[in-house]
């Protein structure tokens, strides 16, 4: 998810009145909330508090954790409506939008308490080589005691709590940074845990500018960032400089390749789904479509009915009669605008939308006759525009695919289960969908990972979406205490040649060199 903290000009986003952030729907421009704008002082005395309580929750193991993350979400299901609402209304979604982010809630809360106790255990290691045999060997963990978690504004909800759970679950405590543009949703939910459910303080919310962001990268022990390139780089600076470790989840460009033996229908509905929902402002939303020559015409036909059908609006709470709503900042609207545009010069045709509309939106659109001399094939666009590209056969679709800074995720159409799988191996991303779209992201057995400047590290991966928040500690127990070991002082002359000898007998692979014969030269 790259959306960027920014400040847009109003309708939607954020501004200032000094010491408080002023939260606007984008699809109206109504007030809709306040937080407040945090000074470096302020943060770094939210750091010092979360350091302090932190010890006892660590405490209390993972299964004693897990019982205040139920609760949570107990309470948050109690408030599904409200917190749904605060989400709607900060970034303009459809209803439909708005409430897949309590089912990631939902999914990832039940996922990591139900498994955290096992990610945690001691992992016993049996010793390598003969000298080693006597000696126990486990690898046990402990979590960095402040993980600074700093999430973008296109999920206010379901963003943080991707990382925030796993983190928790670890046993460390964390200070986040929600998107100013869209704080209001998160802060909301750090509340609950603070202040409904009897939860031990060690979760908080720093609302403000990039300068609280900044502080919490140089107070916390860990980052854990989803955002822009630029934005990841700098932090993977001054994580590197602090000498911290970080994760980032970067931008996308991800592409879906439809091969002649797909299922049109349903490639052609996972292609518009992929690339309209949230409007488009999804990290792996789909932004490049490649399909072989021979079915090109009849997907184009397909892909355009659905696009043209789309019903747009930011309908009322609970009535999803909407399927996208507008967009969160009138700063990407204006990317979405320049990368159309820049088709459009370049001899492109928009065969569906290709305008801006009132209320921070833009309107679905299918984009044809491109190539990657365009903005909208190089860049992330991260707005509801598809643009669709004719290809000879699978090679050219691959290469064309991988002809990109970016390698977050990926789609693969067709009925040949051997064929996706040696494509598959092709695809440059760190995740491929085969069959569907997007669907490779919310799998938390399996890392959620981006290549080349997709980002760094990964998020869930069952075990590691809780592990990467520990600092890992080897133990190396001796099972039998002697008062003295062959190697240590003094060195004594005929005990040493007889440990060499036993090296060789014990390690080398023929009797030659076991029994140390000379051989050639």
């Known amino acids: 998810m790259s959306g960027q903290a920014v400040l847009p000009a109003s309708p939607g986003g954020g501004s200032s009145d000094a010491d408080h952030i002023i939260v606007r729907c984008p699809a109206t421009g109504e007030h809709v909330g306040s937080v407040p704008d945090l000074g470096a002082a302020e943060v770094e005395a939210l750091c010092v508090q979360l350091r302090r309580a932190q010890p006892e929750w660590e405490a209390l193991g993972p299964r004693a954790r897990g019982v205040h993350l139920l609760r949570w979400l107990d309470w948050l299901l109690d408030n599904e409506r409200r917190l749904l609402t605060l989400v709607q209304q900060e970034t303009g979604k459809s209803w439909a939008d708005a409430s897949m982010e309590m089912a990631v809630v939902v999914d990832v809360i039940n996922y990591f308490v139900a498994n ?108 854990m960032f989803t955002g822009s390139v630029r934005t990841g780089r700098a932090i993977a600076v001054r994580c590197a400089e602090r000498l911290i470790p970080c994760s980032l ?73 909407s399927d996208i709503g507008a967009m969160v900042t009138s700063a990407q609207v204006d990317i979405v605008a320049d990368h159309v545009a820049d088709a459009l010069a370049k001899g492109a045709r928009a065969l569906v939308g290709g305008q801006r509309l009132a209320g921070n939106a833009f309107a679905p659109t299918v984009l044809v006759d491109v190539d990657h ?41 067709t009925r040949d289960r051997e064929r996706a799988d040696r494509l598959a191996r092709r695809i440059e991303a760190g995740s491929v969908s085969i069959n569907n779209a997007l669907v490779a992201t919310f799998q938390m057995p399996v890392p959620m990972g981006g290549w080349k400047n997709s980002g760094l590290g990964s998020r869930f991966g069952g075990a590691q979406g809780v592990l990467k928040y520990c600092r890992q500690q080897s133990v190396v127990e001796e099972r039998f205490a002697l008062k003295t070991e062959p190697t240590w002082y003094p060195v004594n002359p005929a005990r040493s040649r007889l440990m060499a000898r036993a090296v060789r007998l014990l390690g080398a692979h023929d009797w030659r060199r076991r029994l140390g014969l000379q051989g050639p030269k």
């Open 373 to 413: 001399t365009m903005r909208c094939m190089r860049e992330e666009t991260f707005g509801p525009t598809l643009a669709i590209m004719r290809v000879a056969d699978e090679d050219e679709a691959i290469a064309l695919a991988n002809d990109s800074e970016y390698g977050l995720s990926s789609s693969l159409w």
């Open 249 to 321: 989840e970067l931008g996308g460009k991800d592409a879906l390749i439809v091969l002649a033996d797909a299922d049109l229908e349903r490639a052609a509905a996972a292609a518009v789904w992929g690339g309209m929902t949230n409007s488009g402002q999804a990290c792996v939303g789909v932004e490049r479509v490649y399909v072989e020559s021979e079915v090109y015409d009849e997907f184009l036909a397909l892909v355009t009915d659905k696009v043209s059908a789309l019903r747009q609006g930011m309908d009322a709470p609970g009535s999803f009669a």
């Open 116 to 223: 955290g106790e096992a990610f945690l255990q001691d992992r016993k290691v049996r010793p390598a080589g003969p000298a080693n045999s006597m000696r126990r060997l486990r690898v046990q963990v402990r979590p960095h005691q402040l993980v600074g978690l700093i999430t973008p504004w296109n999920g206010p909800l379901a963003g943080p709590m991707m990382d925030v759970v796993g983190a928790l679950v670890a046993g460390a405590a964390v200070i986040s940074k929600p998107s100013e543009v869209t704080p209001l949703a998160w802060s909301e939910a750090v509340r609950g845990w603070n202040e409904e459910i009897g939860a031990p303080r060690v979760l908080a919310v720093a609302t403000g500018s990039g300068e609280a962001g900044r502080v919490v990268v140089d107070q916390a022990d860990m980052v």
